[in-house]
C-alpha cells in the first residue's frame, strides 16, 4: 500500500546563501495493508522529513513514493489532493483551526469529502468526540478557543472518522493523559485491523511496542558523507 524505492531529499535554503543540505538517500520502505511501521532514529535523522514527503508536503529530490499505485514523488498537486481526500490521511499533534466551523463538523469533514450523507458522517464524528473524552456541550462550538489537549484531541477524531488505506501518524499519544492514550492506541489497532497500513513516529516507546509490527531506523538512510 505504501511503498518507498530509493527515496532522497535535499534542502536547499535560499534565504542563507543557497545552502544545500543532504538529508537522505536510499530510503527503501514497504508497508502491507493491517501493517503498522514505526520509524526510529535520532533525533534530525528525518522522520517527520520522510512523513512530510510521503504527504507530500515535501518534495522528493529523487526516488519513488508509491501509495495506493500513485507515485506522490512524481505526482501534480491535485493528484495528491485527491490521494489525500480518498486514501492518505495524516494525524499530527496540531489541529489547524479554521475559525466558526464547529467541532462537530471539522470532525465530520474528511467523512463527507468522501461521499458520506451527512447523517452517517456526523454519527461517526459524535461517537468519536466520546470515545475521546470531548464535552459534548463543545461539539457545537469551533474549537478554537479549546484547550491544547481538546484540540489534539479533536484533531485525532478528525484523523480517525474515516477509515483510510493508509495512514500516516506523527507522535499521536503525545501528551494525552492515560486514558485518551489508551483510546488513541484502541483506534490504531481499529484502522489495522480495517486494513490501514500506518507508518507512525512514536517517542511513547509502549506505545510503540504495543502497536508497530516493525520498527525502521531512518538512520540508515543518512547520505553517506562527501571524501
Ligand atoms: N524545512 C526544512 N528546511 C531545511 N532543513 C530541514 C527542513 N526540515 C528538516 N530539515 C533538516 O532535515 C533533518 C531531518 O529533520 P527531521 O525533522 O526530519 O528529523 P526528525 O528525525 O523528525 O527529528 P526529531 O525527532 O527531532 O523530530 C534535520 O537536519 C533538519 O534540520
Request: charged share 10%.
Given at each position: 500500500m505504501i511503498e518507498l524505492r530509493d527515496v532522497s531529499k535535499t534542502f536547499t535554503l535560499h534565504n542563507q546563501g543557497g545552502a544545500v543540505l543532504r538529508?537522505?538517500?536510499?530510503a527503501t520502505l514497504s508497508v502491507a495493508p493491517g501493517e503498522c511501521v514505526a520509524l526510529t532514529g535520532a533525533?534530525?535523522?528525518?522522520k517527520s522529513t520522510l512523513m512530510r514527503m510521503i504527504y507530500g508536503n515535501y518534495r522528493a529530490a529523487s526516488g519513488q513514493i508509491l501509495v495506493d499505485g500513485v507515485d506522490v514523488a512524481s505526482a501534480e498537486p491535485r493528484e495528491v489532493l485527491a490521494l489525500r481526500r480518498a486514501t492518505l490521511g495524516y494525524v499530527s499533534q496540531f489541529l489547524r483551526v479554521v475559525p466558526r466551523v464547529p467541532t462537530r463538523e471539522v470532525v465530520a469533514e474528511p467523512c463527507l469529502a468522501t461521499g458520506l450523507d451527512r447523517a452517517a458522517a456526523f454519527a461517526r464524528a459524535e461517537e468519536l468526540l466520546a470515545r475521546l473524552n470531548?464535552?459534548?456541550?463543545?461539539?457545537?462550538?469551533?474549537?478554537?478557543?479549546?484547550s491544547g489537549g481538546e484540540q489534539q484531541r479533536v484533531n485525532i477524531a478528525r484523523g480517525f472518522a474515516r477509515t483510510c488505506p493508509a495512514l500516516l501518524l506523527d507522535?499521536?499519544?503525545?501528551?494525552?493523559d492515560p486514558v485518551n492514550r489508551a483510546v488513541v492506541l484502541d483506534l490504531i489497532d481499529e484502522a489495522k485491523a480495517s486494513g490501514a497500513a500506518i507508518i507512525g513516529i512514536f517517542h511513547d516507546a509502549e506505545a510503540r511496542a504495543r502497536v508497530a509490527d516493525r520498527e525502521v531506523?531512518?538512520?540508515?538512510f543518512a547520505p553517506a558523507r562527501a571524501a
Open positions: 538529508v537522505m538517500s536510499g533525533s534530525g535523522s528525518g470531548v464535552p459534548e456541550p463543545l461539539w457545537q462550538l469551533s474549537p478554537t478557543t479549546f507522535e499521536p499519544t503525545a501528551s494525552l531506523d531512518v538512520t540508515a
